[in-house]
Structure formats: C-alpha cells, structure tokens
C-alpha cells in the first residue's frame, strides 16, 4: 500500500505525530506451518498495513515485525480527536497460502491513554504488551495472541530520529528493510456554529456572544431488542448516526 502523502513538513514547530512502531507478537502458534501475520492498523480513518516478515516461527509462535506507523496533525486537530475519544486499532489477521485473510483479534488503543513525550523522555519510554480482544475463534481465545507496541504522541521533529528507538529483546528480529508509514488525519470541520472550546474540551453551539449554555452531548447503547423483525434474516447489526456532518 503506497502511503498518503503527508502535508505538514517536519520543522512545522506546531506538527505533532502519533506515533506507533510495532516490535512483535507472541502466542501466534500456528495450526500449518508458514503463515505470515498481517496488521491493519487504522486512526480516524486513515489505514495503514504491516506484514510480519517471516511465517511465524514454529513452536514459540512468535511473529517478527518491522514497521513504524505516523500519522501528522497539528495540535487542534490532534485536540479534536482526543475529544472524540477517537482510538488507534489494529485488526490482526492470519494470512492464509491462497492470500485469505482470517480475523483473529483486534488491538484498542484510546488517544486519551497515549503518553504525549517531550524529546527528552522518548528514550525512556517502554514498549508494552497488549493482548488481542475480540477475538471469535476457540483456539485463538484459548492461547491469547499478544502485540509488542511502543505508542507516544510527540512532535514532529522526532521523525528525524525515529530511526534511534529500538528495543533490546527485540533487535535480533529487526533485520531487513525497515517501513515508515505516515499520514496526516484530516477531523471533519466543525459548522461555523459550533466551537470547539479547548482549554474545557466542551462544545459550544451558537453565538457565545448571547446568553447560552455549554454541555456535552453523549450517546449510550445499551440495549436492542426485535432487530430480527426489522432486518429478517440478518446475523449481525450495526448503529450509524451523524452528528455536525460527522458519521459514526
């Protein structure tokens, strides 16, 4: 997949990037020998793809990664994704000989939970485990698949040395040609009579200027009942509504 072109230049002293690289998985044991693992990994939707490098190594079930994922904004828009609660997610498949992808799991990352580093702090932060959710087959659930992630938000300038984060337990496996992929998430623009007020992280509709009130609009799905006889025959349902021009 040839990735998006990205608008901002990096000594944009505003630019910000999420920043995502992806060191290993592990209880990736395979039932047939030489499958590769195969991570779409996706943010306001904007989607990028990582390819383990080898079939997963037989016996250990461990799959070798060598990717960096970027995604540039700036700081409103990042701001306004973080209001959003917008996650980073990564569906995990398993590559089939034929090319088929079968869904294990998925990977779930809230833009609220991603540590934002200062160039100071970048060489000391971890990378962590995150285990697999979502995941539909017996076996998959039975032996809990694991992804090793380092994840940050921090400014652009780090593009320039991004090339310096490695992982010690990991440097075995990250030979070969390394792949950056960057994009620049583009939130729908609010209407001109809605206002994103960013030190409240509130929403204001209509003129601040007259007597109006700040709040919040949620929405809670807890409950559906009857889909069948709207849908007959339909396994599965989905919930889509819009608001200020945004589909969710």
């Given at each position: 997949m040839e990735p998006p072109q990205t608008l901002h230049p990096l000594d944009d002293p505003q630019g910000m990037i999420i920043f995502v690289q992806i060191l290993g998985g592990i209880h990736f044991q395979q039932e047939k020998?030489?499958?590769?693992?195969?991570?779409?990994?996706?943010?306001?939707?904007?989607?990028?793809?990582?390819?383990?490098?080898?079939?997963?190594?037989?016996?250990?079930?461990?799959?070798?990664?060598?990717?960096?994922?970027?995604?540039?904004?700036?700081?409103?828009?990042?701001?306004?994704?973080?209001?959003?609660?917008?996650?980073?997610?990564?569906?995990?498949?398993?590559?089939?000989p034929t090319e088929e992808r079968c869904l294990i799991g998925s990977v779930v990352i809230p833009l609220r939970s991603i540590p934002v580093v200062t160039q100071a702090r970048i060489k000391s932060l971890k990378p962590r485990w995150y285990r697999l959710i979502g995941i539909e087959n017996e076996r998959w659930r039975r032996i809990k698949p694991e992804l090793k992630l380092l994840v940050m938000v921090t400014d652009s300038q780090h593009l320039n040395q991004c090339n310096t984060i490695r992982d010690d337990v990991s440097t075995s496996d990250m030979s070969g040609d390394e792949k950056t992929q960057r994009s620049e998430p583009k939130p729908e623009k609010l209407p001109s009579n809605v206002e994103l007020l960013q030190d409240r992280g509130l929403l204001q509709v209509g003129c601040k200027e007259k007597d109006v009130d700040l709040f919040v609009f949620e929405i809670y799905l807890k409950a559906a009942q009857h889909l069948d006889q709207l849908c007959p025959g339909a396994d599965s349902f989905r919930l889509l509504y819009e608001l200020f021009g945004e589909h969710h």
């Open positions: 020998q030489g499958r590769k693992i195969a991570l779409n990994a996706s943010l306001n939707q904007q989607v990028f793809e990582a390819v383990s490098q080898r079939p997963v190594t037989p016996g250990s079930g461990t799959a070798s990664f060598n990717a960096k994922l970027v995604w540039q904004c700036d700081r409103h828009c990042l701001k306004l994704m973080k209001n959003k609660n917008a996650p980073i997610k990564l569906d995990c498949y398993e590559v089939q």
